[in-house]
DNA sequence: ATTATTTATCGTAATATTGCAATATATAAA
DNA sequence: TTTATATATTGCAATATTACGATAAATAAT
């Protein structure tokens, strides 16, 4: 297989899922706090920040766009990537919501 | 390759994406909802609630255990697994910092 | 027009993930 | 002890991910 069954899941549920897999590998948080750390959103950059190659730079930014993290605007010959407000307070609220429900719990187990 | 260069970045960076990428599967997200909404931390009835196999949902709890989002203790015959609160508030936190900075920021592009 | 610069895409090798049937393990009940 | 119940592990096929060299595409500068 190797094929994740998201009909199986609400679309809330994937979206979430979909957002925290891109977020799911170290070079990616790493360029996410990049973004948010330098102040202008500076592109090609990234490439000499990160200790990969520009492929695989290139590769990751990519799926940051495609789950709706990023955002790229063409600025020239330089392309100039900045992070989604929406998309990460989107999370922000889902994990608040989610320490919300938990306070009220009381353990039984574990 | 396929391989992640995890010494590459930092124990932080590591640890949010260890996390997130245990997050970043439907079925695991689904997992976590409804261990927080079932208020006690009932156990193989995760795999009557999900629409996977049992050595499926099986091996999705390890992956939540390994990455240190939820814990598990026997109890008698069955497990009995819940939610580690101390992760989820880490990850918490860590989108409320990020949140906090985005919003000074006013941006220059995108 | 030619050349440099910047980013994306292609191709490919190594490895990881997803899903499940079959089977193992471990405790409870009879 | 045998049987039932609950969960984990193994093995495997299909697919996805990671990383990068080589190359393409697209604009800027000369």
Redesign the interface.
């Known amino acids: 297989m190797g094929l994740?069954?998201?009909d199986?899941?609400?679309v809330k549920?994937?979206e979430?899922?979909?957002m925290?897999?891109?977020?799911?590998?170290?070079?990616?948080?790493?360029i996410?706090?990049y973004l948010?750390?330098v102040?202008?959103?500076i592109c090609g950059d990234i490439v000499d920040e990160?200790?990969?190659a520009q492929p695989t730079v290139s590769q990751h930014l990519k799926e940051l766009k495609t789950a709706g993290l990023i955002?790229?605007?063409i600025?020239g010959t330089a392309i100039?990537?900045?992070?989604d407000?929406e998309s990460?307070?989107l999370?922000?609220s889902y994990?608040?919501g989610?320490?919300l429900?938990?306070a009220d719990?009381e353990?039984?187990?574990?």
């Open positions: 994740t069954k998201t199986l899941f609400t549920q994937n979430i899922a979909t925290l897999k891109a977020l799911g590998h170290p070079a990616r948080v790493a996410l706090e948010i750390r102040d202008s959103c990160l200790p990969l955002k790229g605007s600025e100039c990537y900045c992070v407000k990460v307070s999370l922000q994990f608040a989610i320490s429900q938990l719990k353990k039984r187990c574990c």
